[in-house]
């Protein structure tokens, strides 16, 4: 029982690049949602999920972009990487509206 | 303009004594809040929560505290240990209106010194 899993753990990217981090999880929860956080800042969503094909945004949104085909997989793609995506990205589900959070254990990604 | 605020970065407990670290919000529509405990190179797992309907939540050594007209919550720990040395995070939400409005707070990073 995995929980959520998380991939890669770690990434440099160079200005303009694209990537996806993947998310998967073994837990059945419809909610699921993308955090960064910066240091000294607490995590901000990104974007969220309530159910296979249903995606929406959160606070900071610009930059990014999601999909939700299954259950399991919700991809964060970054298309034009810039140094202001350099932060560390959280997975996270939850059983339904407002309920706690499991977090995967994160991607460190920096944009030089 | 943060609407959770910890503002303590960074606290040092002995072993034994009680940690307590502190969590304001300015939002008066909040009326769930959460505490998130998180070690490094892990993501933040669930500690303990509070609706707004009670004033104190308590779960084995961790007790929280919510004072609304002060619109103010502390996370009580004791006794502290050396395992509990992780970055805690308040988040707040209004559960009234969706999940996009969970609010986290900067983080406190606790240390317990053996």
């Known amino acids: 029982n995995a929980g959520v899993t998380q991939t890669p753990k770690f990434r440099i990217l160079k200005i303009g690049q694209s990537m996806t981090l993947q998310c998967t999880q073994d837990?059945?929860?419809?909610?699921m949602y993308w955090y960064r956080q910066d240091p000294g800042m607490g995590l901000k969503l990104i974007y969220y999920?309530?159910?296979?094909?249903?995606?929406d945004k959160g606070e900071v949104p610009n930059g990014y972009n999601v999909s939700r085909s299954t259950t399991e997989d919700f991809p964060l793609r970054l298309e034009l990487a810039a140094p202001s995506q350099t932060s560390v990205y959280f997975c996270?589900?939850?059983?339904?509206?407002?309920?706690?959070?499991?977090f995967g254990s994160g991607t460190q990604l920096s944009v030089l | 303009d943060q609407q959770v605020k910890q503002n303590s970065p960074s606290l040092s407990v002995q072993e034994g004594r009680i940690s307590i670290l502190n969590c304001d919000y300015t939002?008066?529509?909040?009326?769930?809040f959460l505490w998130y405990k998180k070690y490094p190179a892990e993501g933040p797992t669930f500690l303990i929560s509070?609706?707004?309907?009670?004033d104190k939540n308590e779960d084995g050594r961790f007790t929280v505290f919510l004072n609304k007209s002060a619109k103010h919550l502390s996370l009580h720990i004791v006794p502290s240990q050396p395992g509990d040395s992780a970055v805690y995070f308040c988040a707040a939400s209004d559960m009234k209106t969706s999940y996009d409005k969970v609010i986290f707070g900067p983080g406190t990073s606790l240390s317990v010194i053996p």
């Open positions: 999920s309530v159910g296979a094909g249903i995606t």
């Open positions: 996270a589900t939850s059983r339904g509206s407002n309920e706690k959070l499991f």
């Open positions: 509070i609706s707004s309907i009670k």
């Open positions: 939002n008066s529509m909040f009326d769930y």
């Open positions: 837990m059945n929860h419809n909610y």
